[in-house]
């Protein structure tokens, strides 16, 4: 039953079933049911299939970009904050079999088991499907993401992941101070000092006070370890 | 010609002979003529085709090893220590196009220019024939190594690339130096340490004298930054 939405989520029809049950079982249910297969294995394929479509995808679609522009933007897309995103929108969470303890520390929003349940799949959709397969799903899921990386105008909200964050750390408190202005009115640059539980963690720049608050919170996520987190 | 013989020696004949000119095409000859093409773009396609092959030959040979063992024999398999080598047994550096000034420092010799062939090769190979195609090519290459990297047999003879290294550095005293051994005579462990210049840059221990210089010469490589240099 549960398979069947899923499959109407993601527009693929399994053929073979325990596949994608496997692709949806993350290592915590096992430990608790002490069944044999968890989904770390695809996820590792699945990886490897993502980094081929999108690589292949990028390569045709944009034959003017060098290679080291091409690498930034495969990696904006092929991360934690890409994938669990596209993860959480289609709701992925909710299939996930997972341990009871996972579950009710907010297991089904977390970004790292929303993103590797993504990439699971994908190792799942290759498996069943082959190549070809595979493409569709992962172009119907991040095409758009793709474009707009491509063209600069991929961004995620960094603010309020690290307030997830900070939430998770039993109410970390998030401070954001303009340390100084730069420039003539019209063309001013803000320096933001990101503080957490007031200790510096992160600077960012920027036009406006949003766009430095959003640099200094990537760069808060990143010191913190948090933004590529397997 | 030299596209014919290079079939011969990789085993796959292109319909597209402008792709496979592309794939041997270094950077360097590019400057020279101002072509428009280089073998850039395709060793980043390159480098995900041989991702996912290796991933997908692992993931199925090896149905008990887990992600993490998985994720670190592939890493030995696409490494430029691996590729290079490969591509210097096959001969591949006779037929890239590069520019005399790479030429005549060594450029058919040099790894990062050996790895980046493969790369683009098998990109190609890839674009012309499928992932059929790309998957017998690569794994013609590369499936005893990634066997033995597997079974934990996948030795690189680091000593004599940092000697390489050393050479290049217009003459560069490498030394290795028995720091200590411990244990009883028959369980004995060596601890080396290596000198460049005789500066410190890598230590490295082992059962025997040869295994720790190995080890040392491996570390003094990841400090200089060459083992993955691009």
Redesign the interface.
């Known amino acids: 039953m549960e398979v069947k939405s899923l499959e109407k989520t993601i527009g693929y029809k399994f053929h073979n079933k325990t596949l994608v049950k496997t692709a949806l079982t993350h290592s915590s249910f096992i430990n608790e049911k002490s069944c044999s297969n968890n989904n770390?294995?695809l996820?590792?394929?699945g990886?490897?299939?993502l980094?081929?479509v999108?690589?292949?995808y990028l390569?045709k679609k944009f034959p003017e970009k060098?290679?080291g522009e091409?690498?930034k933007i495969r990696a904006k897309i092929v991360c934690t904050e890409s994938l669990s995103t596209v993860s959480a929108k289609n709701n992925l969470g909710r299939y996930v079999y997972m341990g009871k303890g996972e579950e009710n520390t907010g297991g089904r929003e977390r970004r790292s088991i929303l993103a590797n349940t993504f990439e699971a799949v994908t190792g799942a959709v290759y498996l069943d499907g082959g190549?070809e397969e595979a493409r569709k799903f992962i172009l119907r899921f991040l095409k758009k993401n793709i474009n707009d990386a491509a063209n600069g105008k991929l961004i995620f909200d960094y603010k309020t992941r690290l307030q997830e964050v900070a939430q998770q750390r039993q109410g970390s408190i998030v401070e954001y101070r303009v340390e100084k202005e730069t420039g003539p009115e019209h063309n001013k640059i803000f320096y933001v000092d990101l503080l957490l539980d007031s200790k510096l963690i992160g600077k960012g720049d920027g036009k406006n006070k949003k766009e430095a608050e959003q640099k200094a919170a990537y760069n808060g996520l990143s010191f913190l370890g948090v933004l590529n987190e397997k």
């Open positions: 770390e294995r996820e590792f394929l990886d490897a299939v980094e081929l999108i690589s292949e390569y060098l290679e091409l690498t190549l």
